[in-house]
């Protein structure tokens, strides 16, 4: 069975500052990757995905995530955080011969970005 | 884009006793996923409720504890039986509107059984 790894649990940095959100699988067979989001009271929301393709992925917010197969990893980077990326962000992975609707999640990194 | 809404948002529950949590979809999705996160843990999956015919539950997962109705294609509930502490989580409503592999999330029902 595949699982997931995200070794943070909580990772504080200060606003302007550069971070990554570490994130490693476990899985037998090809897979698809995800970042989800939750910032507080509100639902959790797709951040970036792999599919296939470029092994480099990015958001619409400055996020961006490589797909790392030999070490099979999904690290989240963004070079230069805001007060509004607090948030906690789950990776997940779903198996390609099941469908990616099947996630499974890892257990979160809260990311606390303060002035 | 799928706006997802749930109810109850949370509840406090009596040992034994059961609650039915409904998520109700403004679009209409082939399949409905149910998630529980447990305090401290990442989100499982517990079952996919498709309409028309019985949920699909994964492992350590059965339909006699956690009973899923889909009656059509926009709304699904899903009752926690004879509850115990161990159930207290946060169960949350899921669809992949376009299959495209974004999952868009209800807010949960935070459940807390004493």
């Known amino acids: 069975a595949q699982s997931v790894t995200q070794l943070d649990s909580q990772v504080p940095v200060f606003e302007e500052a550069p971070v990554e959100l570490r994130c490693n699988y476990s899985?037998?067979?090809?897979?698809?990757l995800f970042w989800y989001v939750q910032y507080p009271n509100q639902g959790l929301q797709l951040l970036l995905k792999?599919?296939?393709?470029?092994?480099l992925v990015e958001s619409i917010n400055g996020f961006e995530a490589e797909f790392n197969k030999s070490q099979t990893s999904f690290h989240l980077r963004k070079p230069s955080v805001h007060i509004s990326d607090t948030a906690e962000y789950f990776c997940?992975?779903?198996?390609?011969?099941?469908?990616?609707?099947?996630?499974?999640f890892g257990t979160g990194t809260r990311l606390l970005v303060s002035p | 884009s799928a706006v997802i809404s749930q109810k109850p948002s949370r509840d406090i529950c009596q040992r034994g006793t059961s609650l039915t949590i409904q998520c109700q979809v403004d679009?209409?999705?082939?399949?409905m996923f149910w998630y529980r996160q447990q305090p401290g843990q990442s989100l499982t999956l517990i079952a996919t409720?498709?309409?028309?015919?019985?949920?699909?539950?994964e492992s350590g997962f059965v339909i006699d504890k956690f009973p899923i109705s889909r009656p059509n294609l926009t709304f699904s509930t899903l009752t926690v039986s004879n509850m115990s502490p161990e159930d207290s989580s946060i169960y949350l409503c899921?669809?992949?509107?376009?299959?495209?592999?974004?999952?868009?999330f209800g807010e949960g029902s935070r459940l807390t059984v004493l």
């Open positions: 899921s669809v992949d509107p376009s299959n495209t592999g974004e999952l868009f």
């Open positions: 899985s037998s067979v090809s897979v698809y």
């Open positions: 792999y599919l296939s393709g470029s092994t």
């Open positions: 997940a992975v779903s198996l390609m011969n099941t469908g990616f609707q099947k996630l499974v």
């Open positions: 679009s209409q999705v082939t399949m």
């Open positions: 409720a498709n309409q028309g015919s019985e949920a699909t539950y």
